[in-house]
């Protein structure tokens, strides 16, 4: 089946700096990588996709650039902001995986004020 | 914030008991799917109901079973508890048929602790 990493599992930045953090996966049929943020005590929250015909998507502060050849994807956050630190989990899935999402482990993102 | 509820937000049971869950889907969805999310992990499919019927299924015991009922929402229920069930339960809403069926939205989730 697929399996997806993320890394790093934390990460610390300051205020108005860039964040990013990285998946790969191993099944090169996935054709489809959403990003999720999760709050404490709240379930995740759908911030932004990508499908695999497209290399980069953004949203105002917000981008995923995707690798196929690599097979690994991003979330790149700019001029972060201290209501953007959360737990981040990137996914993919595809026809192949029976319509369920491969989670990888999450990220911590901690915007210092 | 997404359409999806679920019911109850907290639960204690002790080993062995069953308990039922409980997911509202959203508006327009037609789709459940169920995770289960361990302290500190990813989310990890357990199943899909779409048309009343499971579709698809991941690596979990038949002790974790559910239903999809005509108004689209959906009951987990699992059987002789064990103290690694313990996780929170998310309920994920999607549509089937209309585009971007890819798409799933999470609901709170309901927090499970089993003593």
């Known amino acids: 089946g697929e399996n997806v990493e993320q890394h790093p599992s934390t990460l610390s930045v300051q205020e108005g700096d860039s964040a990013v953090i990285k998946c790969t996966y191993s099944d090169s049929a996935s054709n489809y990588f959403p990003w999720y943020k999760q709050e404490l005590g709240k379930g995740p929250q759908l911030i932004i996709d990508i499908r695999s015909n497209v290399g980069e998507k953004k949203d105002q502060r917000i981008a995923v650039t995707l690798n196929k050849t690599a097979k690994h994807f991003s979330l790149h956050i700019t001029e972060t902001q201290p209501e953007d630190s959360a737990v981040y989990f990137c996914?993919?899935?595809?026809?192949?995986?029976?319509?369920?999402?491969?989670f990888g482990t999450g990220t911590s993102l901690t915007v210092i004020p | 914030e997404t359409g999806v509820t679920q019911s109850p937000t907290h639960l204690i049971k002790t080993r062995g008991q069953q308990v039922t869950l409980r997911c509202s889907s959203q508006s327009g969805h037609n789709t459940v799917s169920w995770y289960q999310q361990a302290l500190g992990q990813g989310p990890q499919f357990i199943f899909q109901?779409?048309?009343?019927?499971?579709?698809g299924r991941g690596n979990f015991p038949p002790r974790f079973s559910g239903l999809q009922f005509p108004n689209y929402s959906s009951e987990l229920n699992v059987n002789a508890l064990e103290l690694d069930d313990s996780a929170l339960y998310l309920c994920?809403?999607?549509?089937?048929?209309?585009?971007?069926?890819?798409?799933?939205?999470f609901g709170p989730g309901t927090r499970l602790l089993v003593l």
């Open positions: 996914a993919a899935s595809g026809p192949h995986t029976g319509n369920q999402f491969y």
């Open positions: 109901y779409y048309r009343e019927e499971e579709n």
């Open positions: 994920a809403s999607s549509r089937t048929g209309g585009g971007s069926e890819e798409t799933q939205y």
